[in-house]
Nanobody, 118 residues
Framework: DVQLQASGGGLVQVGGSLRLSCAAS????????IGWFRQAPGKEREKVSC????????YYADSVKGRFTVSRDNAKNTAYLQMNSLKPEDTAVYYCAAAKNPGKYDYWGQGTLVTVSS
């Protein structure tokens, strides 16, 4: 079975940092792009960032550009989202997902809650 396990969420003060991890199993990890999404209460899911499988190219939503950094360690089957300078509007459940074809996310993790307090 394919599993994506997102972890690392928690409660942090404004301006703080967190690093989310997305551990994959049951897939050939380096064949998949990894995307990070978030959904805040009452809002639609938003794509935050992604990192490609083949050249490590990255994408960031404007709302997180310059504050978040996505990376991956294929040897560990794990992707990361380093989140710095956190703001209250970053509060959401964060999900990771894996896509073998561009933009088509086949597998999703269970989500990890990030709460930024002011």
């Amino acid at each position: 079975d394919v599993q994506l396990q997102a972890s690392g969420g928690g409660l942090v003060q404004v301006g703080g940092s967190l690093r989310l991890s997305c551990a994959a199993s049951g897939v050939t990890f380096d064949e998949y792009a990894i995307g990070w999404f978030r959904q805040a209460p009452g809002k639609e899911r938003e794509k935050v960032s992604c990192i490609s499988s083949y050249d490590g190219s990255t994408y960031y939503a404007d709302s997180v550009k310059g504050r978040f950094t996505v990376s991956r360690d294929n040897a560990k089957n794990t992707a990361y989202l380093q989140m710095n300078s956190l703001k209250p509007e970053d509060t959401a459940v964060y999900y990771c997902a894996a896509a073998k074809n561009p933009g088509k996310y086949d597998y999703w993790g269970q989500g990890t809650l990030v709460t930024v307090s002011s």
